[in-house]
T-cell receptor, first 111, second 112 residues
Framework: DAKTTQPPSMDCAEGRAANLPCNHS???????VYWYRQIHSQGPQYIIH???NNETNEMASLIITEDRKSSTLILPHATLRDTAVYYC????????????FGGGTRLMVKP | DTEVTQTPKHLVMGMTNKKSLKCEQH?????MYWYKQKAKKPPELMFV???????INESVPSRFSPECPNSSLLNLHLHALQPEDSALYLC???????????FGPGTRLLVL
């Protein structure tokens, strides 16, 4: 699986959009981008994933660049409950079953 | 429903004890996973079961022994653990072994 690079920490004001970047410059054509988050002392929570196209669900939006070398997770209106560590993971969607977590970004949402 | 349950929530054990962690899901998922997470570190994969058969063992010491008695249950048997095994143990499941994984809340283990 390709490696990912994320900033170790970010702050965001409550009610504003949180934009979390991820670089995955060695991503292969069949590798998906997954995002999970982990609120303190809880299990990781699946957020969203995508291959090439931008994706949106009730939690977030995922924007993947055309060359697929980077992506951004967008939480449109961050709340205090969104404070967590956010992990960007790339993995093969139809052959690999492992999730290899990197360091993640610790997002602090402030009032 | 994307719920994976784990029991117990917390466990304290001595180095000579034998204990078991339990994980359960009723989503019809056929793949189940154990991860270990040390403080301030990301989760690390330990084992993968696919259709109740062990498919991946990430070079985990034999003092950790997984068991998958049926498609809904996954156990992790612990024996003669060391203090450095203290960690959060996470269970996850997915519909098939390549698909999105859903995690339980974890068991926080302290080995004295």
């Amino acid at each position: 699986d390709a490696k990912t690079t994320q900033p170790p920490s970010m702050d965001c004001a409550e009610g504003r959009a949180a934009n979390l970047p991820c670089n995955h410059s060695t991503i292969s054509g069949n590798e998906y981008v997954y995002w999970y988050r982990q609120i303190h002392s809880q299990g990781p929570q699946y957020i969203i994933h995508g291959l090439k196209n931008n994706e949106t669900n009730e939690m977030a939006s995922l924007i993947i660049t055309e060359d697929r070398k980077s992506s951004t997770l967008i939480l449109p209106h961050a709340t205090l409950r969104d404070t967590a560590v956010y992990y960007c993971i790339v993995r093969v969607g139809n052959a690999g079953n492992m999730l290899t977590f990197g360091g993640g970004t610790r997002l602090m949402v402030k009032p | 429903d994307t719920e994976v349950t784990q029991t117990p929530k917390h466990l304290v054990m001595g180095m000579t004890n034998k204990k078991s962690l339990k994980c359960e899901q009723h989503m019809g998922h056929r793949a189940m996973y154990w991860y270990k997470q040390k403080a301030k570190k990301p989760p690390e994969l330990m084992f993968v079961y696919s259709y109740e058969k062990l498919s991946i063992n990430e070079s985990v010491p034999s003092r950790f022994s997984p068991e998958c008695p049926n498609s809904s249950l996954l156990n992790l048997h612990l024996h003669a653990l060391q203090p450095e095994d203290s960690a959060l143990y996470l269970c996850a499941s997915s519909r098939q072994h390549q698909e999105t994984q859903y995690f339980g809340p974890g068991t926080r283990l302290l080995v004295l």
